[in-house]
């Protein structure tokens, strides 16, 4: 996820994890885990060095990812914060931006990461789909306009077939709304979702992606839930 900003070295007969100085607090410790998680799957795998500096196939990258969730927000730890909260927020087996953001600022660590541990990892919602949404800046031009890009999706079933990214289409408009706006917006939604319309509640909320650097404009992000 965020391995790009970070990354394993050795110096000196020690291993070292690097870190862009630009990255803000949470998504420094996100990247700090995924590295120890290179580390564990090697010693794992008993193959002798952690390859400084080499990152693995896709599907590693998505282990580091999982152990660092793992190590950064444990599941009895987060099952009894939603416990001690959720009551008071949202139904049992529900989930909501509001809750997941707020989450996520808790442990400090990325909004992403905790979408993924509760919709994903824990499957504490089964009905909801989580996404997120962010400007692509590499478009930053009048004929192809900075438009919200889905940037990642998690659902409690990865055996389910996952919409396509353009089959998702639809949602944009009410993340480009979140996006724009200050408050949570709810809607429901025809969307095709495997071959078949199927009716959502969608749930959408903008947050802090990325602090503004040197100049580098703050970047926002839309946490959009859909809930069958
Ligand atoms: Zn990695």
């Known amino acids: 996820m965020l391995d790009r900003e970070a990354r394993l070295i050795s110096e000196g007969g020690r291993l070292?994890?690097?870190l862009s100085s630009t990255?803000?607090?949470d998504q420094r410790r996100f990247s700090v885990a995924?590295?120890?998680?290179?580390?564990?799957?090697t010693a794992r795998s008993g193959s002798g060095s952690a390859s400084p500096g080499v990152h693995m196939a896709a599907s590693t990258e998505r282990l580091c990812d999982r152990l660092a969730r793992e190590l950064l927000a444990p599941e009895p730890a987060i099952r009894g914060y939603l416990k001690a909260r959720r009551a008071a927020m949202v139904p049992v087996n529900q989930v909501s931006c509001s809750m997941i953001v707020q989450a996520a600022s808790d442990f400090d660590i990325p909004v992403e990461a905790m979408a993924a541990r509760i919709v994903h990892d824990l499957a504490i919602a089964p009905r909801t789909m989580a996404s997120l949404w962010r400007r692509n800046s590499e478009c930053?031009?009048?004929v192809f306009p900075r438009v919200l890009?889905?940037?990642s999706i998690w659902h409690p079933r990865p055996d389910l077939a996952l919409a396509t990214r353009d089959?998702?289409?639809?949602?944009?408009?009410?993340?480009s709304e979140a996006f724009r706006g200050r408050s949570v917006l709810r809607a429901e939604r025809?969307?095709?979702?495997a071959g078949a319309v199927q009716r959502f509640q969608v749930e959408a909320t903008r947050f802090h992606w990325f602090p503004a650097f040197a100049g580098v404009p703050a970047e926002r992000a839309v946490l959009a839930l859909l809930t069958r």
């Open 16 to 18: 070292v994890i690097e």
């Open 23 to 25: 990255l803000p607090g």
């Open 34 to 41: 995924h590295e120890l998680g290179h580390l564990i799957i």
């Open 140 to 142: 930053d031009n009048p």
């Open 149 to 151: 890009h889905l940037a």
């Open 167 to 175: 089959s998702l289409k639809p949602v944009a408009s009410v993340a």
């Open 190 to 193: 025809d969307l095709l979702i």
